[in-house]
C-alpha cells in the first residue's frame, strides 16, 4: 500500500488572513467553493476553523464516491504560522478513511496569498493501486484547482 498525493495551489490576490478565513468558514463561505463534484454538505459541528466536523460525499470519477466526516484541526508552528503576516493551515482528517488534506495560506507578496492543497491517503495495493496513483492524484488536483478558482472569485471582489 503506497501513499499517494495531490498538490494544487493558486495565487490569490486578497491578504492570507482574507483568503484563510474564507477558507475555515465551514458554515458558509467554504460550502459556496466547492464545484458538483461534492455533495451532501453539511456541518456537523463547529463551523469555524479548529472543532469542526464536516461532512461530504466526494466523487471524483463516475463509479468513486467518497463518504467523508472530516475533523478540523488548525496546527501551530506551521509555515503560515511562522512567517507571521497572517494565513494559517487547516487540516481536514477523513474519520472514513485515511485521507488527510492540509490548507497552507501564506503571504506572496503585496496584497496576494499563495493557497496550497494537498491530500494524502493510503492508496491499493497491485495494480489497482498502480491506477490509483497514477490517476488519481491528477483527478483530485483538478478538482481542487476549482475549488481554489472559486476561492479565489468570492475573495478577489
Given at each position: 500500500?503506497a501513499q499517494v498525493?495531490?498538490?494544487?495551489?493558486?495565487?490569490?490576490?486578497?491578504?492570507?488572513?482574507?483568503v484563510?478565513?474564507a477558507l475555515?468558514?465551514?458554515g458558509g463561505t467554504?460550502?459556496k467553493?466547492?464545484?458538483?463534484?461534492?455533495s451532501e454538505y453539511?456541518?456537523?459541528e463547529?463551523?469555524?476553523g479548529?472543532?469542526?466536523?464536516?461532512?461530504?460525499?466526494?466523487?471524483?470519477?463516475?463509479?468513486?464516491?467518497?463518504?467523508?466526516?472530516?475533523e478540523?484541526?488548525?496546527?501551530?508552528?506551521?509555515p503560515a504560522h511562522a512567517?507571521?503576516?497572517?494565513g494559517?493551515?487547516?487540516v481536514e482528517?477523513?474519520?472514513?478513511?485515511?485521507?488527510?488534506?492540509t490548507?497552507t495560506?501564506t503571504?506572496?507578496?503585496e496584497?496576494?496569498?499563495?493557497a496550497?492543497?494537498s491530500?494524502?491517503?493510503?492508496g491499493?495495493?497491485?495494480?489497482?493501486?498502480?491506477f490509483e496513483?497514477?490517476f488519481a492524484?491528477k483527478?483530485?488536483s483538478?478538482i481542487y484547482?476549482?475549488v481554489?478558482?472559486?476561492?479565489a472569485?468570492?475573495v478577489?471582489k
Open positions: 500500500m498525493e495531490a498538490t494544487t495551489e493558486r495565487i490569490i490576490s486578497a491578504d492570507p488572513e482574507t484563510f478565513d475555515a468558514d465551514y467554504r460550502a467553493l466547492l464545484p458538483e463534484h461534492f453539511e456541518v456537523r463547529g463551523g469555524d479548529e472543532g469542526t466536523l464536516v461532512h461530504w460525499k466526494l466523487q471524483a470519477t463516475s463509479k468513486r464516491i467518497r463518504d467523508c466526516l472530516l478540523v484541526t488548525e496546527p501551530t508552528g506551521g512567517a507571521g503576516h497572517g494559517g493551515q487547516l482528517k477523513d474519520r472514513n478513511s485515511s485521507m488527510v488534506t490548507w495560506v503571504p506572496a507578496g496584497g496576494k496569498s499563495r496550497v492543497v491530500t494524502v491517503w493510503n491499493a495495493g497491485g495494480i489497482g493501486g498502480f496513483k497514477t492524484p483527478g483530485l483538478r484547482d476549482a481554489l478558482a472559486n476561492l472569485t468570492e478577489e
